[in-house]
């Protein structure tokens, strides 16, 4: 069974991002830039099941500019055979990625694909469903634990109730939560040695896709600022504070 | 120009945030009908059909969709969908799940988690954990958007009397099925909707700790929250998970105890009208977002802030 595990390269989740001042959208420049962190699980999800013996391969695929490649060699050396880049500038909405993505699986014949379940710079949530429903496959959504079973997977997910079951068919999409496992780090001789791991690079122009954006980002702006509070001296205080000048309790 | 919106219920009650979806569709358009998709769930149909804001509710029984499988609504809703322009519904792990299988397949770019309604085609949503708000236009012709319930007051429920309509169900791609559901059951108000949230973080240390928070949210009626660090600690289950991939909430009282303020766990409280941040590290970043501020050690402050409480004569609830 091959595995296919996309990555997405992110500003890292640790930078306090910054507006740009004409509002054409986020500072980037000089900026620090990480995988996608749930990327990270789905990575750890897939090299664990080659590990376990029940995957042959990980194939590491990423959508974007020339740097994402970044991504896929970070997920060759945590343990991902191989990389696909597909490269292509500028803003490449979800329903793009997902149609980019169909083209890969198809090409490449996977029966399961792996990613985060929603990347910290669009917040989109979409990717991992769109790619199921172009493929008619099976969706399993914010995963927190994954079992291969003999034909299909039995896969918690965190929903906002609690937790709920689910038991999909292979071939099925997992979109990965932070908590479905521990991402290892890469080792540096890993890191030496995914060095010489191939990276296929596909142009997005090539896959006969329209990857034009339908939503059209207008303006970006930051959020209203709090007005700064106080710090109060005691307990007393604060419930005073609370009952009396903010009339919450 | 009308509004196809998906709801959420248990096939015995309506989910609150259903009202809020509803209420936001409205100011895209007034023509809103409800698509009630359930097993045996006519009661919730009828529910539906008296919130004044609902011009139809269209009711479609089969056990297939009890447990609201992405898989199996999506056929039902893509149908549906040719007669509509706008395809709504909360986004929630609910809306989440489904919508962006309904836009693949009819080829729309969704917009995600909207907060603001500017126009009919033109929205506002939080980007980078909320650290950016953009605004978007869609220029497809039909729109699947899912709605951030917080940010929407609920629709009023009473007064209506809107048509219900049958729609048969058809047929399902059997690629999954359901298991099993864990929820976590509480006396509480639910966390999405409640007036005051408590929650706590790594610095509770142990989930047993956890009782001085629930001690103080029975005292004020509160629902009680957590950060990221916490559940992946053990400390409480992960639907009290508050920031940018949990829950998002806009309570009038915010209490964050023994959280230090990562952006993430920000993302889902820092619209709340009232931050208390309690933290005993003045340098915490949760104390530039609060309202009030108490450096102290928790686990002396939250005794003695459920006594302050006991000592007053009398607390809204």
Same mark, same amino acid.
């Given at each position: 069974?091959?595995?296919?595990?996309?990555?997405?390269?992110?500003?890292?989740?640790?930078?306090?991002?910054?507006?740009?001042?004409?509002?054409?959208?986020?500072?980037?420049?000089?900026?620090?830039?990480?995988?996608?962190?749930?990327?990270?699980?789905?990575?750890?999800?897939?090299?664990?099941?080659?590990?376990?013996?029940?995957?042959?391969?990980?194939?590491?695929?990423?959508?974007?500019?020339?740097?994402?490649?970044?991504?896929?060699?970070?997920?060759?050396?945590?343990?991902?055979?191989?990389?696909?880049?597909?490269?292509?500038?500028?803003?490449?909405?979800?329903?793009?990625?997902?149609?980019?993505?169909?083209?890969?699986?198809?090409?490449?014949?996977?029966?399961?694909?792996?990613?985060?379940?929603?990347?910290?710079?669009?917040?989109?949530?979409?990717?991992?469903?769109?790619?199921?429903?172009?493929?008619?496959?099976?969706?399993?959504?914010?995963?927190?634990?994954?079992?291969?079973?003999?034909?299909?997977?039995?896969?918690?997910?965190?929903?906002?109730?609690?937790?709920?079951?689910?038991?999909?068919?292979?071939?099925?999409?997992?979109?990965?939560?932070?908590?479905?496992?521990?991402?290892?780090?890469?080792?540096?001789?890993?890191?030496?040695?995914?060095?010489?791991?191939?990276?296929?690079?596909?142009?997005?122009?090539?896959?006969?896709?329209?990857?034009?954006?339908?939503?059209?980002?207008?303006?970006?702006?930051?959020?209203?600022?709090?007005?700064?509070?106080?710090?109060?001296?005691?307990?007393?205080?604060?419930?005073?504070?609370?009952?009396?000048?903010?009339?919450?309790? | 120009?009308?509004?196809?919106?998906?709801?959420?219920?248990?096939?015995? +009650?309506?989910?609150?945030?259903?009202?809020? &979806?509803?209420?936001?569709? *409205? /100011?895209? %358009?007034?023509? @809103?009908? !409800?698509?009630?998709?359930?097993?045996?769930?006519?009661?919730?149909?009828?529910?539906?059909?008296?919130?004044?804001?609902?011009?139809?509710?269209?009711?479609?029984?089969?056990?297939?969709?009890?447990?609201?499988?992405?898989?199996?609504?999506?056929?039902?809703?893509?149908?549906?969908?040719?007669?509509?322009?706008?395809?709504?519904?909360?986004?929630?792990?609910?809306? +989440?799940?489904?919508?962006?299988?309904?836009? &693949?397949?009819?080829?729309? *770019? /969704?917009? %995600?988690?909207? @907060?603001? !309604?500017?126009?009919?085609?033109?929205?506002?949503?939080?980007?980078?954990?909320?650290?950016?708000?953009?605004?978007?236009?869609?220029?497809?012709?039909?729109?699947?958007?899912?709605?951030?319930?917080?940010?929407?007051?609920?629709?009023?429920?009473?007064?209506?009397?809107?048509?219900?309509?049958?729609?048969?169900?058809?047929?399902?791609?059997?690629?999954?099925?359901?298991?099993?559901?864990?929820?976590?059951?509480?006396?509480?108000?639910?966390?999405?909707?409640?007036?005051?949230? @408590?929650?706590?973080?790594?610095?509770?240390?142990?989930?047993?700790?956890?009782?001085?928070?629930?001690?103080?949210?029975?005292?004020?009626?509160?629902?009680?929250?957590?950060?990221?660090?916490?559940?992946?600690?053990?400390?409480?289950?992960?639907?009290?998970?508050?920031?940018?991939?949990?829950?998002?909430?806009?309570?009038?009282?915010?209490?964050?105890?023994?959280?230090?303020?990562?952006?993430?766990?920000?993302?889902?409280?820092?619209?709340?009208?009232?931050?208390?941040?309690?933290?005993?590290?003045?340098?915490?970043?949760?104390?530039?977002?609060?309202?009030?501020?108490?450096?102290?050690?928790?686990?002396?402050?939250?005794?003695?802030?459920?006594?302050?409480?006991?000592?007053?004569?009398?607390?809204?609830?």
């Amino acid at each position: 069974m091959k595995i296919l595990v996309a990555v997405k390269r992110v500003i890292d989740y640790n930078v306090q991002v910054r507006v740009k001042e004409d509002g054409t959208g986020i500072v980037t420049e000089n900026i620090k830039m990480s995988t996608n962190p749930p990327d990270d699980n789905a990575v750890e999800e897939a090299v664990k099941i080659k590990e376990s013996g029940k995957a042959t391969e990980v194939i590491a695929v990423t959508v974007g500019e020339e740097k994402a490649q970044e991504t896929v060699r970070k997920a060759l050396a945590l343990g991902a055979d191989r990389g696909i880049h597909i490269k292509v500038n500028g803003i490449v909405e979800p329903l793009t990625v997902a149609k980019i993505l169909k083209k890969i699986v198809e090409k490449e014949q996977p029966q399961l694909v792996f990613m985060g379940k929603q990347a910290i710079d669009d917040d989109c949530n979409q990717t991992g469903q769109m790619l199921a429903a172009l493929l008619n496959w099976s969706q399993a959504t914010f995963a927190s634990k994954v079992e291969i079973k003999d034909k299909t997977l039995e896969v918690i997910r965190e929903v906002d109730e609690g937790l709920e079951t689910l038991e999909v068919n292979i071939p099925s999409i997992v979109t990965c939560d932070l908590r479905l496992n521990e991402p290892r780090y890469a080792s540096l001789p890993n890191i030496m040695k995914a060095k010489k791991k191939p990276i296929e690079q596909i142009n997005a122009d090539d896959l006969g896709i329209d990857i034009k954006p339908r939503i059209n980002q207008i303006k970006v702006e930051e959020p209203p600022k709090r007005k700064s509070g106080i710090k109060v001296a005691s307990v007393a205080e604060l419930v005073q504070k609370l009952k009396n000048e903010a009339k919450v309790i | 120009m009308s509004v196809l919106l998906i709801a959420e219920h248990d096939n015995e +009650k309506l989910k609150v945030f259903t009202l809020n &979806a509803i209420n936001a569709a *409205s /100011q895209i %358009s007034k023509e @809103i009908h !409800v698509l009630v998709a359930g097993d045996n769930c006519e009661k919730v149909a009828k529910e539906v059909s008296t919130v004044p804001l609902v011009k139809k509710v269209l009711h479609s029984d089969s056990k297939n969709y009890k447990n609201y499988l992405a898989e199996n609504l999506t056929p039902l809703i893509v149908k549906l969908a040719e007669k509509y322009s706008y395809i709504i519904a909360s986004a929630n792990t609910f809306g +989440k799940n489904f919508m962006p299988r309904v836009a &693949a397949l009819l080829d729309i *770019s /969704q917009v %995600s988690d909207i @907060i603001k !309604v500017i126009s009919p085609d033109t929205y506002v949503r939080p980007i980078y954990a909320g650290n950016a708000f953009a605004t978007v236009k869609s220029s497809d012709s039909k729109k699947c958007i899912t709605i951030r319930p917080t940010s929407f007051e609920p629709a009023p429920t009473t007064g209506g009397s809107a048509l219900i309509e049958k729609v048969e169900s058809i047929g399902i791609p059997n690629l999954s099925k359901f298991v099993k559901r864990e929820e976590t059951k509480s006396e509480r108000p639910e966390l999405g909707n409640a007036r005051i949230v @408590i929650s706590g973080g790594r610095g509770l240390g142990s989930g047993d700790n956890f009782k001085l928070i629930n001690a103080i949210a029975d005292k004020l009626n509160a629902a009680v929250g957590a950060s990221r660090a916490a559940v992946d600690a053990g400390y409480i289950s992960n639907d009290h998970q508050v920031g940018q991939t949990g829950k998002v909430v806009v309570p009038d009282l915010y209490i964050a105890v023994g959280i230090s303020g990562a952006i993430q766990h920000l993302a889902g409280m820092k619209e709340s009208k009232i931050i208390v941040a309690i933290n005993k590290d003045g340098e915490a970043p949760i104390f530039s977002i609060a309202d009030y501020g108490l450096e102290a050690d928790l686990f002396e402050a939250l005794p003695q802030f459920l006594e302050e409480l006991n000592k007053l004569n009398t607390i809204q609830k």
